[in-house]
């Protein structure tokens, strides 16, 4: 995507003869300074006037579009490559989960805007079909950060960054008004504030879905299971499957108003039961010694119970 050129925004940074960006503010006036455009190459002058904010101008007749745009990028890059770090803006992941006996919750991580560390950092460092304007290395992970003066990340760039996995953010730049940046300004929108930066590919993703769905799941759990009609006295069965976990037997019992499960007793075994069945929305019936499962929820168990099992289920007649 392409934002349209700041048309008052004078050229703050030009290259010196060391290949290092400089701004107006700090060379000698005129073609004093010897810097170039770091766009086109040409000399450029050092205008540093009393009536209007002090630029580069290129010498001579030389016209150069996109001068002002590039020595921007490359002093943003050149502040990022020597700054240790940057703070980022905050994340917030959102999970829902619906249990089958039809109780559901909401969770929601969240990470607050903060500072964060670079281990490494390197600038244009070709990754496959993409050339990052920022790879850095964040604890485990790897960081892109892209600047953007006049073109946002693209649709097709997008795609690929999902692809990758790689946490990223843009920083935008296009939406300043005044005439003139400073190493000063430059440093407040790249580097301490988050406001102007937000994320293409989120940071921590999966460790934040997970939190987002565990606390989605206690806010789940934490609901009244719903009422049923259980009758006291259980009709024959209908269909029994056995399951063998360790040397430890565990039946269910399919009939027309729910799925019992039962095994003899195991203190281990009892808690991985346990586990699953209240999961599933399970109550315990002391009289048959046993659980009683929605019918829905068939699927789930007999799925819980075969991560479990040492042996193909049996079904029984």
Avoid at 9 to 19: N, V, W
Avoid at 206 to 215: V, Y
Avoid at 227 to 242: H, I, K, Q, S, W
Avoid at 283 to 290: S, V
């Amino acid at each position: 995507e392409t934002q349209m050129e700041n048309q008052s925004l004078l050229q703050s940074f030009a290259m010196d003869k060391h290949g290092r960006i400089r701004s107006v503010d700090e060379v000698t006036r005129g073609l004093a300074c010897e810097c170039v455009c770091p766009n086109c190459g040409d000399a450029v002058i050092a205008r540093q006037g009393e009536v209007r904010e002090w630029h580069f101008a290129h010498a001579g007749d030389s016209h150069c579009e996109g001068g002002t745009e590039s020595a921007l990028h490359l002093a943003a890059k050149q502040l990022l490559l020597e700054s240790g770090g940057l703070s980022v803006p905050e994340i917030q992941v959102t999970k829902e989960v619906r249990l089958p006996d039809g109780r559901s919750g909401e969770g929601k991580a969240y990470r607050p805007e903060r500072w964060i560390d670079f281990q490494t950092v390197e600038a244009e460092k070709a990754l496959g079909a993409i050339r990052p304007d920022i790879v850095a290395v964040v604890g485990n992970s790897m960081l892109f950060v892209e600047i953007a003066v006049t073109h946002f990340v693209d649709t097709e760039k997008r795609a690929i960054l999902a692809e990758l996995r790689v946490p990223t953010i843009e920083i935008d730049l296009s939406s300043f008004q005044s005439e003139k940046w400073t190493w000063e300004l430059l440093t407040e929108y790249v580097i301490e504030h988050a406001i102007n930066k937000r994320w293409v590919h989120l940071l921590e993703l999966e460790t934040l879905r997970h939190e987002a769905h565990e606390m989605a799941m206690q806010v789940a759990l934490s609901q009244p299971i719903p009422e049923c009609e259980f009758p006291t006295v259980p009709p024959p069965a209908v269909v029994r499957t056995r399951f063998w976990i360790g040397n430890r037997m565990v039946d269910t019992i399919e009939r027309p108003f729910g799925i019992a499960v039962w095994s003899p007793y195991d203190p281990e075994l009892n808690i991985l039961i346990k586990s699953i069945v209240r999961f599933l929305g399970g109550r315990w019936q002391p009289r048959f010694k046993n659980w009683l499962l929605p019918l829905n929820s068939k699927a789930w168990l007999f799925q819980e119970l075969g991560k479990h099992s040492t042996r193909a289920p049996e079904r029984l007649t």
